[in-house]
């Protein structure tokens, strides 16, 4: 039995999975207040499920990129409860969450604002890049150089500002990754030796102020 976790970007996730079915799925669309709903938003997840936490055997959260309170939430949530049950923790990237269960060309695209985007490019499900941060017009140039032709699809937030290197891909805009391709994503890996570690692909915006002279 699985629980992931999203926080990552515009929304608190969970789903709750057997490894066959999807016994509960939740999201509430927020770009705040992660930390006060995640809590009670997989309690009620788990609630509806028919089980209790105690009943876990292996935890899914996302590890990033994305904003660097969110999935900090998202993680310390996750990776706290795995260690109170003694269960494994797997951390999984919001890129390939994104792309997870489209088939073809799929670029995952974030905005992550002042010109860049974060983006992996899969194509039949296998990675072509690890995840990176990119000018726009880097990653348009590296999106031109990795498709080789047939259905395209571009996801994410990021997704209409590369629109136009690909005519006619599908374009998606999610405002988070599915919590269900989260849980699937995760039962799928074997239980890692250290618990996740969050993907950070640049530093923050903000930095401490200069000591006064």
């Known amino acids: ?14 789903a ?15 770009t705040r207040g992660h930390q006060e709903r995640i809590g009670i938003i997989a309690r009620e997840a788990a ?6 936490f105690t009943d876990l055997d292996r935890i899914g959260v996302t590890v990033g990129p ?9 993680l310390a949530f996750a990776k706290g409860l795995a260690t109170a049950l003694s269960i494994p923790c797997v951390g999984v990237t919001t890129l390939e969450a994104l792309a997870f269960g489209v088939d073809g060309f799929v670029a995952a695209v974030l905005d992550a604002r002042m ?7 899969f194509a039949d499900r296998v990675a072509l890049m690890a ?28 997704a209409p500002l590369l629109a136009d290197v690909l005519s006619g891909a599908r374009v998606l805009t999610p405002a988070a990754p599915d919590p269900v391709a989260i849980a699937k994503l995760a039962a799928a ?9 969050p993907l950070y692909l640049r530093a923050p915006y903000a930095t401490l102020p200069a000591a006064s002279l």
């Not at 709750?16 to 927020?30: N, T």
């Not at 140039?141 to 996801?155: F, N």
Request: net charge negative; with cysteine; proline share 6%.
């Open 189 to 197: 890996r074997p239980a890692p030796s250290h618990s996740p570690r």
């Open 66 to 74: 994305g904003s660097f309170t969110g999935l900090r939430v998202g």
């Open 1 to 14: 039995m699985i629980l992931s976790i999203d926080t990552c970007l515009g929304a608190s996730s969970v």
């Open 16 to 30: 709750v999975f057997d490894g066959e079915r999807v016994l509960a799925a939740r999201s509430e669309s927020m």
């Open 47 to 52: 609630a509806e499920a028919g089980i209790t």
């Open 115 to 121: 010109g860049q985007v974060y983006i992996q490019v």
């Open 131 to 158: 995840p990176d941060a990119l000018g726009v017009g880097e990653a348009a140039a590296r999106l031109a150089e990795l498709y080789s032709g047939g259905p395209a699809t571009l996801i994410g937030s990021g």
